[in-house]
Protein backbone atom coordinates (compact mmCIF):
# COMPACT_ATOMS: atom_id res chain seq x y z
CA UNK A 1 0.00 0.00 0.00
CA UNK A 2 1.12 3.81 -0.86
CA UNK A 3 0.28 5.13 2.72
CA UNK A 4 2.51 2.37 4.51
CA UNK A 5 5.61 2.83 1.72
CA UNK A 6 5.73 6.81 2.23
CA UNK A 7 5.45 6.35 6.11
CA UNK A 8 8.63 4.42 6.07
CA UNK A 9 10.08 7.42 4.17
CA UNK A 10 11.77 10.17 6.41
CA UNK A 11 10.54 12.84 3.96
CA UNK A 12 6.98 11.68 4.83
CA UNK A 13 6.85 9.70 8.04
CA UNK A 14 6.31 12.45 10.64
CA UNK A 15 3.32 13.89 8.71
CA UNK A 16 -0.32 13.47 10.85
CA UNK A 17 -2.58 10.97 8.89
CA UNK A 18 -4.95 13.30 7.40
CA UNK A 19 -1.66 15.57 6.28
CA UNK A 20 -0.82 12.51 4.82
CA UNK A 21 -3.82 11.95 3.31
CA UNK A 22 -3.91 15.48 1.41
CA UNK A 23 -0.84 14.10 0.01
CA UNK A 24 -1.75 11.13 -1.79
CA UNK A 25 -4.87 12.74 -3.30
CA UNK A 26 -1.96 14.52 -5.00
CA UNK A 27 0.52 12.00 -5.84
CA UNK A 28 0.67 10.17 -8.90
CA UNK A 29 2.04 6.68 -9.54
CA UNK A 30 4.01 6.37 -12.93
CA UNK A 31 6.13 3.45 -14.31
CA UNK A 32 9.06 3.74 -16.33
CA UNK A 33 11.16 1.07 -18.23
CA UNK A 34 15.04 0.91 -18.09
CA UNK A 35 16.58 3.55 -19.50
CA UNK A 36 13.65 5.87 -19.99
CA UNK A 37 14.29 9.46 -19.40
CA UNK A 38 12.15 10.24 -16.33
CA UNK A 39 13.73 14.15 -16.43
CA UNK A 40 16.24 16.23 -18.74
CA UNK A 41 18.88 18.40 -17.65
CA UNK A 42 17.54 21.96 -18.46
CA UNK A 43 13.71 20.85 -18.54
CA UNK A 44 11.11 22.32 -16.06
CA UNK A 45 10.96 20.03 -13.02
CA UNK A 46 7.89 21.00 -11.54
CA UNK A 47 8.15 17.41 -9.32
CA UNK A 48 9.25 16.00 -5.94
CA UNK A 49 9.47 11.90 -7.06
CA UNK A 50 9.74 9.24 -4.63
CA UNK A 51 11.25 6.07 -5.84
CA UNK A 52 8.76 3.49 -4.92
CA UNK A 53 10.67 0.15 -6.54
CA UNK A 54 13.87 0.27 -9.11
CA UNK A 55 16.76 2.64 -9.41
CA UNK A 56 16.94 6.13 -10.91
CA UNK A 57 20.43 6.84 -12.32
CA UNK A 58 20.79 10.81 -11.93
CA UNK A 59 23.55 12.02 -14.57
CA UNK A 60 25.14 14.69 -16.27
CA UNK A 61 26.51 14.89 -20.31
CA UNK A 62 30.23 16.07 -19.95
CA UNK A 63 31.45 17.14 -23.60
CA UNK A 64 33.50 14.78 -25.20
CA UNK A 65 33.10 12.06 -22.52
CA UNK A 66 29.21 11.14 -22.24
CA UNK A 67 27.21 10.61 -19.64
CA UNK A 68 28.76 10.38 -16.44
CA UNK A 69 26.25 8.74 -13.39
CA UNK A 70 26.37 11.31 -10.40
CA UNK A 71 24.08 9.01 -8.28
CA UNK A 72 21.87 5.46 -8.16
CA UNK A 73 19.20 6.40 -5.98
CA UNK A 74 17.40 3.10 -4.65
CA UNK A 75 13.67 2.79 -3.27
CA UNK A 76 12.99 5.38 -0.60
CA UNK A 77 15.29 7.96 -2.51
CA UNK A 78 13.95 11.45 -3.70
CA UNK A 79 14.82 13.88 -6.39
CA UNK A 80 13.49 16.70 -7.54
CA UNK A 81 14.32 18.64 -4.61
CA UNK A 82 16.26 21.43 -5.73
CA UNK A 83 14.00 22.76 -8.56
CA UNK A 84 11.57 22.52 -5.53
CA UNK A 85 13.26 24.95 -3.69
CA UNK A 86 15.12 27.30 -6.40
CA UNK A 87 12.52 27.16 -9.35
CA UNK A 88 15.20 26.88 -12.10
CA UNK A 89 15.08 24.03 -14.95
CA UNK A 90 16.24 20.51 -13.67
CA UNK A 91 19.91 20.36 -13.36
CA UNK A 92 20.89 16.75 -14.14
CA UNK A 93 19.25 14.08 -15.85
CA UNK A 94 17.14 11.28 -14.26
CA UNK A 95 16.71 8.23 -16.21
CA UNK A 96 15.31 5.03 -15.18
CA UNK A 97 18.10 2.84 -14.29
CA UNK A 98 16.08 -0.43 -14.26
CA UNK A 99 12.28 -0.69 -14.89
CA UNK A 100 11.15 1.45 -11.78
CA UNK A 101 7.82 3.05 -10.26
CA UNK A 102 7.75 6.62 -8.92
CA UNK A 103 5.50 8.54 -7.00
CA UNK A 104 5.33 12.17 -7.90
CA UNK A 105 3.82 14.98 -6.23
CA UNK A 106 3.80 18.31 -7.90
CA UNK A 107 5.92 21.05 -6.47
CA UNK A 108 2.83 23.57 -6.25
CA UNK A 109 0.94 20.61 -4.30
CA UNK A 110 3.73 20.57 -1.60
CA UNK A 111 4.30 23.87 -1.26
CA UNK A 112 0.27 24.56 -0.73
CA UNK A 113 0.42 21.75 1.81
CA UNK A 114 3.55 23.17 3.60
CA UNK A 115 2.10 26.69 3.51
CA UNK A 116 -1.35 25.47 5.06
CA UNK A 117 0.64 23.09 7.87
CA UNK A 118 3.61 25.03 9.82
CA UNK A 119 4.67 21.46 11.15
CA UNK A 120 4.22 20.13 7.43
CA UNK A 121 7.17 22.58 6.31
CA UNK A 122 9.53 21.54 9.11
CA UNK A 123 9.31 18.07 8.94
CA UNK A 124 10.03 18.25 4.92
CA UNK A 125 12.82 20.90 5.52
CA UNK A 126 14.79 18.42 7.76
CA UNK A 127 14.44 15.92 5.64
CA UNK A 128 15.52 17.73 2.82
CA UNK A 129 18.24 19.24 4.57
CA UNK A 130 19.95 15.75 5.97
CA UNK A 131 19.09 14.38 2.08
CA UNK A 132 21.22 17.57 0.66
CA UNK A 133 24.00 17.45 3.47
CA UNK A 134 24.36 13.22 2.49
CA UNK A 135 24.82 13.96 -1.13
CA UNK A 136 27.08 17.51 -0.88
CA UNK A 137 29.05 14.95 1.46
CA UNK A 138 29.27 12.35 -1.27
CA UNK A 139 30.10 15.14 -3.45
CA UNK A 140 33.14 16.13 -1.90
CA UNK A 141 34.29 12.84 -1.33
CA UNK A 142 34.00 12.53 -5.20
CA UNK A 143 35.82 15.45 -5.97
CA UNK A 144 38.92 14.79 -3.82
CA UNK A 145 38.79 11.23 -5.48
CA UNK A 146 38.97 13.32 -9.12
CA UNK A 147 41.55 15.84 -7.44
CA UNK A 148 43.64 13.17 -5.86
CA UNK A 149 43.46 10.94 -9.70
CA UNK A 150 43.97 13.96 -11.35
CA UNK A 151 47.52 14.69 -9.81
CA UNK A 152 49.00 11.48 -10.14
CA UNK A 153 47.87 11.16 -13.58
Not at 43 to 65: D, F, M, Y
Not at 90 to 112: G, P
Amino acid sequence: MIQEFLRAIPLFQDLEDDDLAQLLMVTRARRYGAGSLILAEGQPGGELHCIREGRVRISKVVPGVGEEALAILEPGDFFGELEFFDGLPASAHAVAHTDCELLSVAHADLRELARSKPQVAATFLWAFGVTLSRRLRDTNQKMATLFAISRTG
